[in-house]
């Protein structure tokens, strides 16, 4: 199975929520393994890159005064098909239509305050880590675990 690292930024709703632990448990319950991790307060510039897509929707300018507007954590995971594996954790973008047991229906109920981003595609997620971090700032190790997780590690 292809290994692959996806970029997953908890959301200022949930640092101010005191949820940034909580998300990440379930993402490293997983079985998701953590490469890079920080907390940061993105500004205006780093949004624009990272919502380059969103731009001139009508919620784009709420979408950037939202995400700036306090500290964010942003981690790097990784594991076989960990784009997909993050996004299906998180849920449909509206909190209200995301399925029970994922962490947008259990915790979050309105799009504007959904949590979690989570890269949307490999080549997303190749763009958004480098965006974050640095490569000197991913960490490459073995987990112990990793036979128990993965098949073929
Ligand atoms: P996702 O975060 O599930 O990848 P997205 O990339 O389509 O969703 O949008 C980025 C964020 O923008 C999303 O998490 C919440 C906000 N957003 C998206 N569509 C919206 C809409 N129609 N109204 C308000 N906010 C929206
Ligand atoms: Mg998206």
Redesign the pocket.
Known sequence: MEVQRTLVLV?PDGVQRGLSGAILARLEARGLKLVGLKLLQMDRELAARH?A??QG????K??VKFITSAPIVAAVLEGPRAVEAV?SA?G???PTEAAPGTI?GDLALE??R?L?????SPESAAREVALFFKASELVAWRRDADPWIIEKP
């Open positions: 959301k919502y897509e969103h929707k009508p919620f784009y709420g979408l996004r998180m449909k973008t509206n947008r799009m504007g959904n979690i981003h989570g890269s949307d």
